[in-house]
C-alpha cells in the first residue's frame, strides 16, 4: 500500500480532538501480522495507511496489557506491561512512533475500574483481611447469621449479582461487571495513586488520551445502601437500569465525578500535545455530563452518548437526538456521535442491510457537531455474524448460557458479543485476508466476505467505503463541519427530512437528510452540491434516503 498524506490540518491545535475522527479497533481481530489467527499490534502497523488514507486522525485501541484474556483484555493481571499474544513493549512502541509519524492519534483503553482477579494485587487482597492490600478492592461482610447472604441487592452491569463470597476472608467482594473482574476501591488513597502512576506510565510513553473503560462505576455508595427497583429487565441506553433494578447507588456517585477533575490534573501534567479523556457512561445525558463539568471544574473531554446506537431511524427521532446532546453539551462541551462499537450490534444489521441508510448515517455523524466515532469494520458494512450462545468466547455469552437461543434471536441487540467482534474482511482470500490461511482466525468469518471486503469496495467508487473516505474528507478540509457552530434547522424539519446548519465565518453549510423511502423536494433549492450519498443527485429533489450537503454561502 502506498503512504498516504493525511489531509487532517488539525494536529497541533490543542483543540484536535474537537474536531477528530476515530477509529476504534478491537485489536484482536483487525489484522494478524504473526499468524496465529489473532490480530496484533504489527498487524495495527501494518494497516495505518488503510486508515491514514481514509482521512481517520484517531485510532483507539482495545485493551492490550497483560490479561487472562476472560474479557479480551477488559480484565488485566499487570498494567505495565504488554500481553505476549499482541506484541512487546518495543511493538508498542514502534505503534506509537509510526502513528505519530503520520499525523495522527493514540487513544488507550484504560481501565480503571476493576482488575482481573488474577491480578498480584487481588491475590494479595483476597489472601486475608488483614494484608497490606486487604483494602485495594471492595469487601464486606455477608448478612444473614452465616454471613453467607450478600451485603445489599447490587447487580452488577451484565446482570448478574454484584456480590461473591470469598470463603478465605468469609467476605464478599464486589464486582460492578463480571465476578473475575473485582472493583478497586478509590476510597483508598494508596490505589488512586497506583492508578494514577499507571496513567503517567503511558502519557509518558506518548499516548494522545485514554477511553476510560465503565468509568461509570468508578465509586460506589459508601452506605451501600440497596438500589430501588425499576420496570426494565434489559439494559437501556437511556438509564442505568438492568434486571429490574435501577443501578443508582453502584454506579454514577458524586464522587465519580470529583475524580474525573482530579484524572484531568493528572492528566494535564502532560500538555504538550494535549491529551483526551474519553469516558465511557451510560446514564441521563444531565447526569453524565457532570464527567466532563462539574462544580466549576473541568473533568472528561467527551463521554460517550450511547442513546444514538437505540435512536430509530426516522428523521423526528434523530432531530429530538441532536436537540438533547446540544441541550446538555453546548460549547465548549463536544457531544460524541456513536453507533456502534464491540459490545454492540453491528449498524448495517441493525439498519436491516440496507446501504443508503448506512450511507445517510455516515453522512449524519460526519456532519454533525460532535466526534465521531467509527467502529472497524462499519466503514464496508461488516455484518453482525450469528453465532449461537453456547458457542460464544465471549463471557458475557458465556454467562447468559441459560437463555434461550430463540429470544436472543429476536432481540435487536446482541448478548454474544462475539458477533460484532469478527474477524476484518480486507479481501477476498481464503480467511478475507485477515490472516494466512494455514490457520484458523479466532472467530468465525462473515459468509459472504467475497461481496463485502475492503479490496472490492477501494475499486468501486460508488462503495459505502468510498462513501466515507469522501465525507471523511469533506469534513477534514471544512471548518463548519469540524468546528463550526451548529443549528438544527427547524424549519426545514419534517417527518421525512432531518436538516441543520453548519457555519464557521461567513461560510453557512446546509446538511439535508431524507430518512424516508420517498423522494421529497430539495428544502433549500440551493444547487452547490458539497457532496450527497446519491450518484447524480438532482438538484431540485432529494431522492429516497438521500443526505448532502450544500454550501450557502
Ligand atoms: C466495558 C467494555 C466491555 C467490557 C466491560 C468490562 O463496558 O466496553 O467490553 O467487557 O467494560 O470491562
Known amino acids: 500500500m502506498k503512504s498516504p498524506a493525511n489531509p487532517s490540518p488539525i494536529r497541533s491545535d490543542p483543540n484536535w480532538w474537537k474536531k477528530t475522527t476515530v477509529y476504534h479497533i478491537y485489536l484482536r481481530s483487525f489484522y494478524d501480522a504473526n499468524g ?44 505495565l506491561s504488554i500481553s505476549a499474544q499482541y506484541g512487546d513493549m518495543p511493538l508498542f512502541e514502534k505503534l506509537v512512533q509510526e502513528i505519530h509519524s503520520r499525523k495522527m492519534k493514540i487513544v488507550f483503553d484504560l481501565v480503571l475500574n476493576h482488575t482481573s482477579d488474577e491480578h498480584d494485587w487481588f491475590k494479595e487482597s483476597a489472601s486475608s483481611r488483614d494484608n497490606p492490600k486487604a483494602d485495594w478492592y471492595i469487601w464486606k461482610d455477608g448478612k444473614g447469621r452465616d454471613g453467607r447472604r450478600p451485603p445489599n441487592n447490587w447487580r452488577a452491569m451484565a446482570g448478574n449479582r454484584a456480590w461473591t463470597y470469598y470463603p478465605g476472608r468469609k467476605q464478599f467482594n464486589y464486582t460492578a461487571f463480571l465476578p473475575f473482574q473485582p472493583d478497586l476501591n478509590y476510597r483508598n488513597p494508596e490505589v488512586k495513586q497506583a492508578m494514577f502512576d499507571v496513567v503517567r506510565f503511558w502519557l509518558y510513553k506518548g499516548v494522545d488520551g485514554f477511553r476510560l473503560d465503565i468509568i461509570s462505576a468508578i465509586y460506589e455508595d459508601p452506605e451501600l445502601r440497596h438500589n430501588p427497583p425499576s420496570l426494565r429487565l434489559t439494559p437501556s441506553d437511556k438509564a442505568l437500569t438492568i434486571f429490574f433494578q435501577n443501578l443508582k447507588n453502584n454506579f454514577l456517585q458524586t464522587e465519580s465525578f470529583e475524580f474525573a477533575a482530579e484524572l484531568r490534573k493528572v492528566t494535564d ?38 442513546k444514538a446506537i437505540s435512536t430509530p431511524f426516522k428523521a423526528e427521532n434523530y432531530r429530538q437526538l441532536l436537540e438533547t446532546f446540544e441541550k446538555h ?65 465471549d463471557a458475557l455469552a458465556m454467562q447468559h448460557r441459560w437463555v434461550p437461543q430463540f429470544l436472543v434471536d429476536r432481540s435487536k441487540e446482541i448478548l454474544n458479543r462475539d458477533e460484532c467482534r469478527t474477524p476484518m474482511l480486507w479481501d477476498e482470500k481464503p480467511n478475507a485476508g485477515f490472516c494466512s490461511d494455514s490457520v484458523k482466525p479466532w472467530l468465525p468469518l462473515a459468509e459472504n466476505f467475497r461481496e463485502i471486503n475492503v479490496a472490492k469496495q477501494s475499486s468501486d467508487p460508488y462503495s459505502l467505503l468510498n462513501f466515507y473516505r469522501r465525507v471523511i474528507r469533506l469534513r477534514n478540509t471544512t471548518p463548519a463541519l469540524n468546528e463550526g457552530q451548529m443549528e438544527i434547522a427547524n424549519d426545514i424539519c419534517n417527518k421525512k427530512v432531518l436538516a441543520y446548519y453548519r457555519t464557521f465565518g461567513n461560510k453557512r453549510l446546509a446538511v439535508l437528510l431524507n430518512m424516508s423511502e420517498s423522494a421529497v423536494k430539495n428544502p433549500v433549492g440551493h ?19 438521500e443526505g448532502r450537503v450544500v454550501r450557502l454561502q
Not at 444547487?527 to 434516503?545: N, Y
Open 269 to 306: 501534567e502532560f500538555d504538550n500535545p494535549k491529551r483526551v479523556l474519553i469516558g465511557e457512561s451510560h446514564g441521563e445525558e444531565e447526569l453524565i455530563r457532570r464527567f466532563c463539568h462539574d462544580n466549576g471544574k473541568r473533568g472528561l473531554d467527551a463521554i460517550f452518548l450511547f
Open 527 to 545: 444547487d452547490e452540491i458539497a457532496i450527497s450519498t446519491h450518484h447524480g443527485a438532482e438538484t431540485h429533489r432529494l431522492q429516497p434516503f
Open 329 to 393: 453539551f453546548p460549547p465548549p462541551l463536544v457531544p460524541t456521535l456513536v453507533f456502534a462499537n464491540h459490545d454492540r450490534n453491528r449498524v448495517i444489521s441493525r439498519l436491516g442491510g440496507n446501504i443508503e441508510k448506512a450511507k445517510l448515517l455516515a453522512l449524519f455523524q460526519f456532519t454533525c457537531r460532535g466526534i465521531p466515532f467509527t467502529y472497524y469494520g462499519d466503514e464496508i458494512g461488516m455484518p453482525r455474524v450469528r453465532i449461537p450462545l453456547k458457542q460464544g468466547q
Open 36 to 79: 496465529d489467527g489473532i490480530g496484533d499490534i504489527q498487524g495495527v502497523i501494518e494497516r495505518l495507511d488503510y486508515l491514514a488514507d481514509l482521512g481517520y486522525e484517531t485510532v483507539w485501541i482495545s485493551p492490550f496489557t497483560q490479561s487472562p484474556q476472560r474479557d479480551f483484555g477488559y480484565d488485566i493481571s499487570d498494567y
